[in-house]
């Protein structure tokens, strides 16, 4: 799971944290507390999120009994936000082992955290493949690869700087699939600069944009059939 989605919270230290959170749960089962507990997972931006059955806690890791959807996107991820009524703020966790044919799951390794992505105002899916695009900075173009996209945007890498800075605005065109006739369609738009990172080959630009109709349009066709082709993927693997 990509740290954009979430961000920590520490409390007391990073730590003592920790040894807390154990506790909670171990409380939780010693007492058979009726509790809420839901995992919360982003395949590959969708976001999926079914009820856990606590099993037992052993020293610092927590058993699980998992929806199989969710134990296929615990595989991938190796990371998990729980969200648990005996909490008072959303717990992150490593996962240490997870069998996605006995649907269990063993997590480690919490903190508290905040799950900034839901605060996105529309879903961001990843592609795959990534699509081609072109960031039009002035005399020198600068081609790139959409890694992911909603209606408010989309996240280009590049494989050199780009020399912007966030806030800046620039002409971006992207081709955005279409899943069910195997093609692409164009878009171009004035899009502006969010955040910038490097990730060793070249550089990540995350761009904010204003959608008209048309982009609107095909952008949320993509979203759609992209949905789908995911439900389906975990399904066949689960």
Known sequence: MEPYVYRT???KSVDEDRVEIVAGFRDIIQRGLRVQLRLVNYYKGLPISYPATLVEVNGGLLELDVHPQQAVALEASRRTCL?????DLPLLAEVKDVDVRRMTA?????CYV??????????????EPPCDAEIR??????EGKVLDISLGGFSIRTPRPCGLTRGAEVPVRVMVPNLLQNSHTPLEANATVV???SDGSGEICRFS??????????????IFQRQVDLIRELKEQS
Not at 83 to 87: I, Q, V
Not at 137 to 142: E, Y
């Open 106 to 110: 063993s997590l480690h390794k919490f």
């Open 83 to 87: 969200k648990c009524s005996y909490f």
């Open 209 to 222: 944009t204003c959608s008209d109709p048309h982009a609107e349009e095909v952008i949320s066709r993509f």
């Open 114 to 127: 905040e799950i900034m992505a839901e605060q996105r105002v529309s879903l961001r899916l990843e592609l």
């Open 195 to 197: 955040n910038i990172a």
């Open 137 to 142: 900075t002035g005399s020198d173009p600068v």
């Open 9 to 11: 919270s520490i409390r």
